[in-house]
């Protein structure tokens, strides 16, 4: 089965998505944020689906912290309106990136839900220079009777607390 | 050095070398980082006895920390004995501070507490004169400054005409006080100056800022209509200045029965039912979405609509920027929480509004490799409305860069002391 754009079967919809599609899942969003398809990206959430990228590292709840993301459906899609509108200095045009995410570890298995965590490990390039991003990221993918959805997904940069630079493009 | 530094700077252009001169940053830190007020922290950092913040002066490491007494430090980080830093951690509790190197420990008030094997030295080491350095260190309002200069005016004084603003500005306090929530740290590949520049920019926000405001409903796209609004930007002196952007948000006491703007509504209920009555709704919820102008500090900090930007020359080229976002201390949960999310909604490496910025200012400092002879322009900017700065003060309108021609004033008095 293709884990994005097939729907399940009801007996699938019904079970949490194997390690192996959920993998299968993650890899492809990281090619749609690659080739920066924002726009097939914003399908592949719930509708409450949350997707955080913290200042610090190891915190439980992230709505009393600043964060560097801290979107629910309407902010992704406003984001993804601003890095395609052209008007952006620092995404038109954004940085070249290159994306791997491995190391998975399934963390808990619910009804229809697995969560995962795994290594991404990031180049980008503009300008004449190569930068590398390096985070933990952690995945909350359900299996809904449209495939399978992202309900969370958290990037904790490895150096999360520390200076970043400008990022025009999403991780 | 021979450089004139006084023919890099006309009243109204500055030479390009300023931004891209190795030899003049070299300077800048001496002339300008040792020998003025530089902010360090906020007293919410700090907020009890035996707390302390890490920071920097200029590119100097030091500590801040609150005595048991309440008393504020400044203290180099560095052991006096062969040099390593004594704390790493960006904040937290501490009674004693003990270099992890040979084991010498200090005071929260740098005083030298403990030598191991002491007996090692003889007679030889005088306790008293080994403290860790600490540098004279004022408060004004909660904004925390140290300086290495002990004859130097107070920082009342340096702050001068820019303690009015200070105080509006706290105001967003929403009469809690304010307090610290946290930061977005963000470099560049850029001089210094060129974000000192940009707090008192408002000529580059509809262009730079356009996906910002394309992201706010109708009426919040109307508030941010910046260059539309009858602003000013006002030479505060010793290279501070202010820019009014939101003429209607200057003081947050004032219009307290206006109605609630669209994007509070939901807050202002929420604030309802957690049982805050009226009046004390009405304060927060004006206090939430900030105040209408910046106050741009000479050299460092800048007191920015709803946050501090802290500026942190690290290299001629490089340049570390800190976004504090600051809330209400003991305030409504409600209210913390919108505030940080409008500060991730434009600040921070991906906010709508950082990473465009960023990338303007490392497009200057690219451009400015070449045309070595070339000036840079501030020349911009016409008469203020009238009788909206204070009498003496020279101002023009909110596009003006007249807050740019006063902190080169500022630097070249400095540079040229």
Redesign the interface.
């Known amino acids: 089965m293709s884990t994005l754009a097939e729907p399940l079967n009801p007996a699938e919809a019904m079970a949490a998505p194997s390690l192996q599609y959920a993998i299968q899942f993650v890899w492809a969003e990281a090619d749609i944020l690659d080739r920066l398809d924002y726009k097939a990206w914003l399908p592949l959430w719930t509708a409450d689906g949350r997707y955080v ?1 913290p ?2 590292r190891g915190l439980a709840a992230y ?8 979107d629910g459906a309407e ?1 992704r899609q ?2 993804v ?2 890095l395609l ?1 052209g ?5 038109a045009p954004p940085a070249r990136t290159v994306r791997t995410v491995s190391r998975f570890v399934p963390v808990t298995v619910d009804d229809n839900a697995i969560t995962l965590r795994a290594a991404m490990i990031l180049v980008e390039y503009k ?1 004449e220079r190569m930068r590398t991003l390096a985070g933990d990221v952690v995945y909350r993918i359900v299996a809904t009777e449209d495939g399978l959805r992202l309900d969370q997904k958290v990037v904790t940069l490895v150096n999360c ?8 493009y999403l ?1 | 050095m021979s450089t004139d530094f006084a023919t890099l700077v006309q009243d109204d252009r500055v030479l390009t070398p300023m931004y891209t001169d190795e030899s003049i940053f070299e300077e800048e830190m001496e002339r300008i980082f040792k020998n003025t007020w530089v902010w360090v922290a906020h007293a919410s950092d700090l907020p009890t006895g035996n707390t302390f913040k890490t920071s920097y002066v200029g590119r100097e490491r030091v500590i801040v920390t609150r005595d048991k007494q309440g008393k504020i430090h400044t203290l180099l980080n560095r052991c006096r004995h062969r040099a390593a830093t004594i704390c790493e951690k ?1 904040k937290g509790k501490a009674s004693v501070f003990v270099c992890p190197y040979h084991g010498w420990s200090y005071d929260v008030d740098g005083g030298l507490r403990k030598v191991p094997h002491l007996a090692g030295y003889g007679e030889g080491l005088d306790q008293t004169e080994l403290g860790l350095v600490s540098l004279r260190t004022e408060e004004y309002n909660g904004m925390i400054f140290a300086t290495y200069r002990d004859d130097i005016e107070p920082l009342f004084d340096f702050l001068g005409s820019a303690r009015k603003w200070i105080d509006l500005f706290m105001k967003q306090g929403g009469g809690y006080g304010v307090k610290t ?8 590949p850029g001089n210094w100056k060129i974000q000192l520049e940009n707090t008192t920019d408002a000529y580059h926000f509809p262009i ?1 800022h ?3 405001l ?2 706010l409903d109708a009426e919040s796209e109307n508030v941010f209509d910046v260059l539309g609004q009858g602003g000013w930007v006002e030479d505060l002196g010793n290279g501070h200045s202010v820019m009014v952007m939101i003429p209607s948000l200057i003081d947050l006491d004032d219009n307290l029965d206006a109605p609630i703007p669209e994007r509070f509504k939901e807050l202002a209920a929420e604030l309802v039912a957690e049982g805050l009555p009226d009046d004390q709704v009405r304060k927060v919820v004006r206090a939430v979405g900030g105040s209408g102008f910046n106050l741009n500090l000479f050299p460092n900090i800048a007191c920015s609509m709803a946050f501090f930007r802290v500026l942190r020359p690290v290299e001629v080229d490089e340049t ?1 920027i800190t976004h504090v ?1 600051i809330g209400m201390d003991g305030g409504p ?1 409600p209210a ?2 919108m505030r ?2 409008l ?3 434009f600040q ?3 906010g ?1 509004g ?3 910025d ?3 200012w ?2 200057v400092q ?1 451009g400015a490799n070449a045309g070595e002879d070339l000036w840079i322009m501030v020349n911009r900017g016409v008469d203020a409305p009238e009788g909206v700065a204070a009498p003496g003060h020279n101002a023009g309108d909110v596009s003006a860069e007249t807050g740019m021609r006063a902190a080169y004033q500022m630097w070249k008095r400095m540079m040229t002391a």
């Open positions: 990228i200042t610090e709505d009393d912290s600043l964060n560097i993301v801290n902010m406003a984001r309106k601003r509108s008007f952006s200095m620092s995404s300008y607390d520390d200076y970043q630079h400008g990022i025009g991780l | 960006r929530l946290g930061e977005h740290r963000f470099r560049f730079v356009k996906t910002f394309d992201s570390e976002a949960v913390n929480r940080l999310r500060h991730e909604h921070g490496p991906m709508f950082t990473p465009d960023a990338e303007g490392e497009r690219r």
